[in-house]
């Protein structure tokens, strides 16, 4: 079955920096799409970036543009996010996506709190 296993998150001051991880398993990791979600407390899930098979084609929510990075290695299964340049309106939760056979899966989700 489809497993996504978030990690990397925890409490950063403003400006700081993290790097989420999502180990992926129970399909072809190379045949999908990924995602990263976020879910900030009394707000929708909303997407932040995705990156395409081989990496080739990413998208950002306009409001991390030019402060996350989406990557993605295919041989260790795992899709990451780099995010610098935290600010307080980051703090929520993040969720690793694939949409398989028309059905979202979702990992455990992975918070991420950024305050002084």
């Known amino acids: 079955q489809v497993q996504l296993v978030e990690s990397g998150g925890g409490l950063v001051q403003p400006g700081g920096s993290l790097r989420l991880s999502c180990v992926a398993s129970g399909f072809t990791f190379s045949n999908y799409y990924m995602n990263w979600y976020r879910q900030a407390p009394g707000k929708e899930r909303e997407l932040v970036a995705g990156?395409?098979?081989?990496?080739?084609?990413?998208n950002y929510a306009d409001s991390v543009k030019g402060r996350f990075t989406i990557s993605r290695d295919n041989a260790k299964n795992t899709v990451s996010l780099q995010m610098n340049s935290l600010k307080p309106e980051d703090t929520a939760v993040y969720y690793c996506?694939?949409?398989?056979?028309?059905?979202?899966?979702w990992g455990q989700g992975t918070q991420v709190t950024v305050s002084s």
């Open positions: 996506n694939v949409v398989r056979v028309g059905l979202p899966y």
């Open positions: 990156i395409s098979y081989f990496g080739g084609t990413r």
